[in-house]
C-alpha cells in the first residue's frame, strides 16, 4: 500500500464505496426513492474523486460519456432530480465488484486457499508434474468464484509447487482459462451487466454461455501446442522434501464453495430480484455467518477493514467507467438514439443474424482496442438493439455480447486480465496480446457460429 493509498481520505472513500453498494441493495429489497437518490448522489460524488488518479485516456472517455449525457439529458429536458439517478444506474456492477472479493477474503482468513496450496504441492511432491494442466483446471474452477483474484492466486501456488515451468506459457494457460469463467458465471460482472440490460434471469441463459464456455475450454486445451513465446526459458524451483509437506484436506474449501453456489441459484430461484444483486448479498452475509460459526470472525473482519479502506484506490478506474457509463446509458435511453443505432446495425449487418453476430464481435473488440471498455459498449450497444427488428430473442443478443466481451477482454491491452498477465510475468501486453491472435480469430468464430447454430435450430 502506498502513501497514497494510505491517505485518511482515500481511506474514507473505500468505506464511501461499501456504504453505497449496502444503500443499493438495501434499496433493491426496500424501494425508496429517497436511498435511491442518496446513492446515486454518493455515485456522482466518487466518480468525481476518481478524476485525478485516472489515466489520461480513461479520463478523457469518462469525461466524453458525461459530457454526452449532460447534452442528452438537457436536451430531451429531462429534471435534474431525475438526471441525477445516472451516477446511481450501475450500482449494481459496482456492488459486485466491491462485494464478491469479500469471498476471496474470507478464504484467505480461514485458511481455505492456504489448504489449496498445500494439496497441490503435496501432490507434486509425489510425481504429479503437470503444472500447465494443473493451472488451467484451478483457474477454471476458482475464477468462477473469485474473478481476477483467481489468477493471481493460482500463480502465486504455482510458483510455491512446482518444481520447473515456462512462466509466461503458464501465466498465459492461466488468463486463458479465466475466460471460460467469463461466458457464464453469475459472479461475473459482464453476466450480471447483460441480465441487467436484457431484464433476464441468469436460468435464461446460463445453459447457452456454459456450453459455449465448454467450447472455448476444447479449444484452449487444443491450441494450447501453438503457444511458443520467443524467450521463454525453464524456471527451476527448489524440489520441496518428501513428506515434508502436510497434506490438508480440501473438504472445507469444497463444502463452502457449494453452499455458496447452491445458496446463489436458490435465493434467485426464489425471490423477485435479479441474480446480480443475489451474489452481492450473499457475498456479504455467507462469509459473515461462516465465519461466525467458525469462530474466525474477529479476525475475518479485521482483513474485512483492510479491504474496504483499500477499495476505492484499488478500483478507481472500474469506479470511473462504471459510473460514467451508466450516466450514459441513461440519457441514451432518454432519447431517439437507440432505435437509430438499431436501424443503423441492422442495415450494415444486412438483416442477417449472423452477420449481426460476427459485427458486435468485432465492433466491440475494435472499440477496446482503443482504451473503450466493454461495460461502455455493453450498455451503448444493449440499450440500443431491439431483438424483435432483428428477429431473435433477448437472450440470443445477450450472450452475443458475452462473446464480444470475452473475446475482446482477450486482446485488448487495456483489459483487466490481460494486464493481471502482464504484471505477473512482467512483460509488456503486446507480448500477451501477438500469442493471443491467433487463439482469438479461432475461437470468435467457432463461437459465433456455435451461438448462430443455436438460432438455427431454434434453441434460443
Known amino acids: ?111 481455505y486457499l492456504e489448504s489449496l496450496k498445500r494439496f497441490v504441492q503435496s501432490w507434486e511432491n509425489k510425481g504429479g508434474h503437470h503444472p500447465y494442466l494443473i493451472s488451467f483446471i484451478l483457474t477454471a474452477t476458482t475464477g468462477i468464484i473469485l474473478n481476477f483474484g483467481s489468477m493471481a492466486i493460482v500463480k502465486k501456488i504455482a510458483d510455491q509447487s512446482f518444481t520447473s515451468f515456462r512462466e509466461q506459457l503458464l501465466t498465459l494457460t492461466i488468463m486463458r482459462a479465466f475466460g471460460f469463467c467469463m461466458l457464464w458465471s453469475p459472479y461475473f460482472v459482464n453476466v450480471g451487466l447483460v441480465l441487467v440490460v436484457f431484464d433476464l434471469t441468469w436460468v435464461d441463459i446460463g445453459k447457452y454461455g456454459m456450453v459455449l464456455a465448454g467450447v472455448y475450454l476444447i479449444l484452449s486445451l487444443l491450441m494450447y501446442k501453438y503457444i511458443a513465446f520467443p524467450d521463454d526459458p525453464i524456471i527451476h524451483m527448489d524440489k520441496k522434501e518428501e513428506g515434508k509437506i502436510q497434506r490438508t484436506s480440501l473438504v472445507p474449501l469444497l463444502r463452502f464453495s457449494i453452499v455458496l453456489i447452491v445458496s446463489s441459484f436458490s435465493i434467485d430461484y426464489m425471490l423477485e430480484v435479479n441474480m446480480l444483486t443475489v451474489v452481492s448479498v450473499v457475498a456479504i452475509v455467507l462469509p459473515f455467518i461462516w465465519a461466525l460459526f467458525s469462530k474466525i470472525l474477529k479476525s475475518f473482519f479485521q482483513d474485512v477493514l483492510i479491504q474496504v479502506q483499500s477499495s476505492f484506490f484499488s478500483l478507481k478506474n472500474e469506479l470511473a467507467i462504471f459510473i460514467s457509463a451508466g450516466f450514459f446509458g441513461m440519457a441514451i435511453s432518454q432519447t431517439n438514439i437507440g432505435p437509430i443505432m438499431s436501424e443503423f446495425l441492422f442495415r450494415t449487418s444486412l438483416g442477417s443474424v449472423y452477420a449481426l453476430t460476427i459485427l458486435l464481435v468485432l465492433l466491440t473488440t475494435g472499440l477496446a482496442q482503443i482504451g473503450i471498455h466493454p461495460v461502455i459498449i455493453v450498455i451503448g450497444i444493449g440499450s440500443a438493439l431491439s431483438p424483435d427488428k432483428f428477429g431473435v430473442s433477448p437472450e440470443y443478443l445477450a450472450v452475443a455480447l458475452l462473446v464480444a466481451w470475452t473475446i475482446s477482454t482477450t486482446i485488448s491491452p487495456f483489459s483487466g486480465q490481460i494486464l493481471m498477465a502482464s504484471k505477473l510475468m512482467n512483460r509488456q501486453p503486446s507480448v500477451i496480446i501477438r500469442q493471443n491472435v491467433f487463439f482469438i480469430i479461432i475461437v470468435a468464430a467457432v463461437l459465433t457460429f456455435t451461438l448462430y447454430s443455436f438460432y438455427l435450430f431454434g434453441f434460443i
Do not use: W
Open 1 to 111: 500500500m502506498d502513501t497514497t493509498e494510505k491517505h485518511p481520505f482515500i481511506r474514507f472513500l473505500g468505506v464511501i464505496c461499501y456504504v453505497t453498494a449496502i444503500l443499493y441493495l438495501t434499496e433493491a429489497f426496500f424501494p425508496n426513492a429517497t436511498l435511491m437518490i442518496i446513492y446515486s448522489l454518493l455515485g456522482g460524488f466518487l466518480l468525481l474523486c476518481t478524476f485525478p488518479f485516472l489515466p489520461k485516456i480513461s479520463r478523457i472517455i469518462v469525461l466524453m460519456l458525461v459530457l454526452f449525457g449532460i447534452t442528452c439529458f438537457y436536451l430531451e429536458e429531462i429534471p435534474i432530480q431525475e438526471a441525477v439517478l445516472g451516477f446511481g444506474r450501475n450500482t449494481n456492477l459496482l456492488s459486485l465488484f466491491l462485494l464478491i472479493p469479500l469471498i476471496g477474503t474470507f478464504m484467505t482468513t480461514a485458511g
